[in-house]
């Protein structure tokens, strides 16, 4: 109802009230005393030409004279009169004539005093009308934005003069809306906490109109539910959204209102429908728009809303089956004039292909939401999902991600919101992830400029991190540098005190582990790898660091090229290569398993680690239980068979600690070991070929073929010594090894037996080695007997006069007893050979009569015989042949063809 229309029913109201009350008058003032009532008298002769003026056939100049009287005439009422009960009616009779007078300003100030009169309980229509009339034009003045927060309480208090005056229901329903209109637009004007009290209001008026149902009047209830769907909208919230998509749809099934309206309210379900996941509703409503020709500007919109409605509710089929990449949806996204909206429907259908596996497709659509809106925050959230498309395609070779990337970057890295940020980084952080499959060093240069603290997912920063760390530290391993160093150490120590529940912190400290070992700060190392060891067992890395622990307990070796040194253990040290390496054999059977928990085919434990466990437990083994070590070494070789030259050089060594209970197999396998691996042979310590070559010897002296092999291994073991010079016997400077006075005699007697007197193809001979033991020996009866060597040597040689004299040297040193006898036989087997048979007798006959010793006597006695027959004295001869007889029976030997048997070959070599 129009405010024309109101005012004209309210001015014919007191018309009517005033011709009712004064009819019973007459007669009940014949039945009373006539009184005066001024105050009821002059009010009726204001009215009366109140009346007059408005009666038919009145000129419009009387009738404006009358009626300028009579608002005199009221208004004097009013101020003589200003508590009587007519006074509402004669204000309002004032106001009626002043709007006939067109002197609207008076009318307004007569209605605002009789509004003034404010909410109360009597009824009083002409009130309710007057503050209607003031408050409805105050409120459309106050809609076209002169509005303060004061004027609009004014204009709500003047609604509420109306609710509490009127008594017609029509009246104070119109009333209510209105009020709620205003308490809306106060709303508009406020912030905070007024503007939701204000908004709270408009909706409990509403509310309360709502609930009248059928008593509401037709054109206020027609439009209540579009208005009150709008306010509920202003107030926002998920709530108030859903009550407004009700009363939306309250409205347009109502069928009131104008096009223009329920247009309006079409596209605010449509809008909310999509917002709540109902993707149906929605694409109802967006359907609907297209009969109001006001909205054909909204078609993009309603593409867009729809595709995210069903978007929201999940139904990706439903998307993908309506714009298929070969549909060409970009001629679609072309129709769609708004930039903003263009780049959010390009990047939901990129979304849409990306989870159907299209990511060639899904690329296109980014690009097109980004280059629809490049530069801005909407543009890097798309550029950055076209460079994880690239990224994805870039895995088949599909893609180029680097370039992708390096655009991306050039043109986002100025943003500075949060969000944009965390894209930058997150580009970054794929960009350096691909360029670690080419090179730690590039992928290092965008780890660095990638700034984890800006990236909103704690786990994608915490993997950027770790692999910052992963190629930092393979970067430094490749080109060592201060500067890098302490960076490494920095970032280290940092993951492993911030990230103590990152799934890649055992990986981090197995890194710190070896980037410490690496500065030979083994302690610290040591530490870094028991803290995988003691806290992340099931971790993947957990083999490899007791792996790494073990062996930096293990001493290190003086040179690459260096055997392995098994008496170099450090108590602590050697305790816990122990304990690690032992734990890690433990796990060598142990199958491995994937993320879900299935087996993988392999055991966690390869055959080369297992070959090193079992290799470096032997060598720990080594000191403190030679069998097991052996057990060991054996068990290395038959693991991994490139260890088999490692445990054949330990082996020879535990076979020589177990002394006799190893000698036949130390024997046997030092001449395959030297035979296989020549220069791991030459890095054996020297005491193993003595060891062997006095094992040889010992074995049986009497045999050549032993005493050969005594004197190859004495050689080798004095090889291994440090190299002197001295002058030999001609003046020539010349080089020998450095060794005591034993040495040299061990290695004389052995060439002795051996029958072997030259130097030759580097093998010391006897002549070099007895002369280098005659230059270092300083006891006497020593020093003879190594003259008596000396002299069995020169024999061999031919050198018989030399042998003689030599021997005759030894004898006036002043020895006695078999070392003078054997200086006897010597020179007589010189003498012998020279064919000088008498002297030969001569010095066999003085050992055979006056020495008691059996083999001297055995030998003397025999070699007298045949020196005796050799000169024609076979008598004598046959008497010395006899006594050895005699002498081989008391010593329980057999007669043989040579008597001489079971002697050392020095002894039998030239006389038979």
Known sequence: MSTRAILSCLLAVPLTVATAAPAGKPAQAEKSELKMDREQDTFTVAETLYRQGYMEGQTPAMRDKILERAQVLLGNFVKEYPESGLRSKALYMQATCLSTLKKEADKMRELQALAASGPGSPKDE????????????????????????KKIDAIIKLFETVESRTAKPSYRYDSMYRRARALTLKAELLQGKKRNEAYTQAASVYRRLSAQGKEVPENIAGVLPYTFGQLLVAQG??????????????????????????????????????????????????????????????KAEAGLEIISSYYRAGKIDAIYEKY????????????????????????????????????????????????????????????????????????????????AAEAYLQKYSSLTDDKSQNLVNMV???????????????????????????????????????????????????????????ALEKYMVEFTAERK???????????RGKFLYAQDRRDAAIQAYEEVILSHKNSTVYPHCLQLAARACMPEQKAASSRQDMSNYKPEYAAKALKYYTALLEMSNTEAKDSAGNPRGVTLINSYAK?????????????????????????????????????????????????????????????????????????????IPAHCAALWYNEDPNSVEMCTLAVEYYNDALARCKQESYTSDDGQTANRPVADSREWYKLAKACLEAGIYASQDHQIGGLDAVNHYLSLETDTQRKAVGMGMKA??????????????????????????????????????????????????????????????????????????CALRKSGKVAEAEKYEQMLKEKLKAMDLKETDNPLQGLPPSVTRHIK
Not at 244 to 249: I, K, M, S, T
Not at 326 to 339: C, R, S, Y
Not at 393 to 399: M, P, R, T, W
Not at 449 to 473: G, N
């Open 126 to 149: 002409y009130i309710a009308t007057a503050a209607y009339i003031v408050a409805t034009g105050e409120l459309a003045a106050a809609q076209k934005g002169t509005a303060t927060e």
């Open 237 to 298: 919230g998920d709530e108030n959204l859903k009550a407004a998509f009700d009363e939306f749809e309250r409205f347009i099934q109502s069928g009131y209102g104008d096009a223009s309206v329920r247009s309006v309210a079409v596209l605010q379900a449509a809008r909310l429908a999509s917002k709540f996941g109902k993707s149906d509703q929605a694409a109802t409503y967006y359907d609907m728009l297209n009969q109001f020709d006001s909205m054909k500007g909204y």
């Open 324 to 403: 298929k990449p070969e549909t060409a949806p970009a001629t679609f996204l072309k129709e769609i004039e708004n930039d903003r909206q263009r780049a959010a429907c390009a990047a939901i259908l990129g979304q849409v292909y990306l989870q159907k596996d299209a990511v060639s497709a899904a690329a296109e659509m980014f690009r097109l939401s980004e280059s629809a809106v490049s530069g801005t925050a909407r543009g890097a959230d798309s550029g950055y999902r076209y460079v994880l498309c690239q990224h994805l395609l870039s895995k088949s070779s599909q893609g180029d991600i680097g370039e």
């Open 428 to 486: 970054r952080a794929l960009y350096a992830d691909r360029l670690l499959t080419v090179s730690a060093e590039q992928a290092l240069k965008i780890y660095e400029v990638l700034d984890t603290k800006k990236l909103v997912d704690s786990s994608v920063a915490t993997e950027a991190e770790y692999k910052r760390i992963w190629c930092m530290f393979h970067v430094w391993s490749a080109s060592p540098s201060q500067k890098l160093a302490d």
């Open 501 to 511: 529940h990152a799934p890649q912190l055992p990986e981090v400290w197995c890194m």
């Open 611 to 687: 070959a090193e466990a079992e290799f470096n437990l032997g060598c720990l083994y080594f000191n403190k239980d030679v069998a097991q070590a052996i057990k060991m070494f054996n068990a290395a070789a038959e693991s991994n068979v490139h260890y088999k030259p490692e445990v054949d050089y330990c082996l020879i060594q535990c076979y020589c600690k177990q002394g006799n209970e190893g000698k036949d197999i130390l024997l046997a396998s030092i001449q395959e070991f030297k035979k296989n691996y020549k220069e791991d042979y030459a890095k054996l310590p020297k005491e």
């Open 792 to 865: 069995g040597m020169l024999i061999g040689t031919g050198q018989y006069e030399e042998a003689i004299k030599l021997c005759d040297e030894a004898g006036n040193l002043g020895v006695s007893g078999p070392t003078l006898s054997r200086l006897r036989l010597i020179s007589g087997d010189a003498g012998y050979l020279m064919g000088n048979y008498d002297f030969a007798a001569e010095r066999y006959a003085v050992v055979a009569n006056f020495d008691r010793d059996n083999n001297l006597q055995r030998e003397s006695c025999y070699k007298l015989a």
